[in-house]
């Protein structure tokens, strides 16, 4: 089989990125979300991804006008992924909406088709039986900056037929990811399984009053030469996705329920992040990129 048309469900901050970046390499994508207003949002995030291509990666404005002519949208599923080869999930983190979505899905999409999902935390087995088809279906797990940060983590279940699996690993590369291979299940993958305990620890430490997130950014920076800290990274991944992971985490790391509480305070404010303008930090210009943020 070979992949020429993509759905993408799901049109958030990731989810849009892994869209346009699809398209940009030349495959037809079609966006899909629940309704109107997120179709719109959607289309606008998309179209502010222009100023990245161009800036990180030197794309022209006619090679972003060729990846936009790729895209078509939809809020019905059925339509959306009607001629689809792959559908790659995108929604939002959470076992009970990804279950219910596959169970939608097994029964509209073309059963030849490829399904993956882009969790970040959660693994193939939990959802293989839910898809109908868990030979075909496989988690290709992205970064954020997609253009940049150009890896895609791919993990199948016991159940997943290996030519499927090379499948998505040649479709990973034609979109200008380096695929990751895993060679068995694990939870959050190899990224995050780095990721999330600095997350979780940069969080405790917040909630608990130890230090505010500025500080520990600084500390993570200065200490590390990482070039993001915690909180930074958080505002680039969306404080709604880490709100959602914590809260997952929470349910065995009980330390953890005063973060979860006040990343719901942040949401309830709009402090979504990056995207936002606002979350631990203001945008465009937020203080970790300033040339004063390590002075002493």
Same mark, same amino acid.
């Given at each position: 089989?070979?992949?020429?048309? /993509?759905? /993408?469900?799901?049109?958030?901050?990731?989810?849009?990125?892994?869209?346009?970046?699809?398209?940009?390499?030349?495959?037809?994508?079609? /966006?899909?979300?629940?309704?109107?207003?997120?179709?719109?949002?959607?289309?606008?995030?998309?179209?502010?991804?222009?100023?990245?291509?161009?800036?990180?990666?030197?794309?022209?404005?006619?090679?972003?006008?060729?990846?936009?002519?790729?895209?078509?949208?939809?809020?019905?599923?059925?339509?959306?992924?009607?001629?689809?080869?792959?559908?790659?999930?995108?929604?939002?983190?959470?076992?009970?909406?990804?279950?219910?979505?596959?169970?939608?899905?097994?029964?509209?999409?073309?059963?030849?088709?490829?399904?993956?999902?882009?969790?970040?935390?959660?693994?193939?087995?939990?959802?293989?039986?839910?898809?109908?088809?868990?030979?075909?279906?496989?988690?290709?797990?992205?970064?954020?900056?997609?253009?940049?940060?150009?890896?895609?983590?791919?993990?199948?279940?016991?159940?997943?037929?290996?030519?499927?699996?090379?499948?998505?690993?040649?479709?990973?590369?034609?979109?200008?990811?380096?695929?990751?291979?895993?060679?068995?299940?694990?939870?959050?993958?190899?990224?995050?399984?780095?990721?999330?305990?600095?997350?979780?620890?940069?969080?405790?430490?917040?909630?608990?009053?130890?230090?505010?997130?500025?500080?520990?950014?600084?500390?993570?920076?200065?200490?590390?030469?990482?070039?993001?800290?915690?909180?930074?990274?958080?505002?680039?991944?969306?404080?709604?996705?880490?709100?959602?992971?914590?809260?997952?985490?929470?349910?065995?790391?009980?330390?953890?329920?005063?973060?979860?509480?006040?990343?719901?305070?942040?949401?309830?404010?709009?402090?979504?992040?990056?995207?936002?303008?606002?979350?631990? !930090?203001?945008?465009?210009?937020?203080? !970790?990129?300033?040339?004063?943020?390590?002075?002493?």
């Amino acid at each position: 089989m070979t992949i020429k048309n /993509v759905t /993408v469900a799901g049109s958030g901050v990731l989810g849009s990125q892994i869209a346009f970046q699809t398209a940009f390499k030349g495959f037809n994508v079609t /966006v899909y979300d629940i309704n109107e207003e997120a179709i719109n949002k959607a289309k606008d995030r998309i179209k502010g991804l222009r100023h990245s291509y161009k800036q990180d990666i030197a794309a022209t404005d006619e090679d972003f006008e060729k990846g936009l002519a790729n895209i078509s949208y939809s809020w019905d599923l059925a339509k959306a992924v009607s001629n689809a080869d792959l559908v790659i999930e995108a929604i939002p983190e959470r076992p009970d909406i990804k279950k219910d979505f596959y169970k939608k899905l097994a029964k509209l999409a073309p059963k030849e088709a490829i399904f993956t999902s882009n969790s970040s935390t959660l693994i193939p087995s939990m959802f293989m039986e839910d898809t109908g088809r868990p030979a075909q279906f496989l988690n290709m797990h992205f970064a954020n900056q997609v253009w940049l940060n150009n890896t895609a983590e791919i993990m199948g279940s016991p159940k997943t037929d290996p030519d499927i699996y090379k499948e998505t690993v040649q479709f990973a590369r034609n979109i200008g990811m380096i695929p990751i291979q895993l060679k068995k299940e694990q939870p959050g993958y190899i990224l995050n399984s780095m990721l999330i305990p600095l997350l979780n620890a940069a969080q405790y430490l917040w909630a608990d009053g130890v230090a505010d997130p500025q500080m520990i950014d600084k500390t993570w920076v200065a200490a590390t030469g990482a070039p993001f800290g915690p909180f930074s990274i958080i505002d680039i991944i969306g404080v709604r996705t880490d709100y959602n992971i914590t809260l997952e985490e929470a349910k065995s790391n009980p330390k953890l329920e005063p973060a979860v509480k006040k990343l719901k305070e942040m949401l309830d404010e709009g402090k979504l992040g990056k995207e936002a303008g606002e979350g631990f !930090y203001k945008y465009p210009n937020p203080a !970790y990129k300033q040339k004063d943020f390590l002075k002493i």
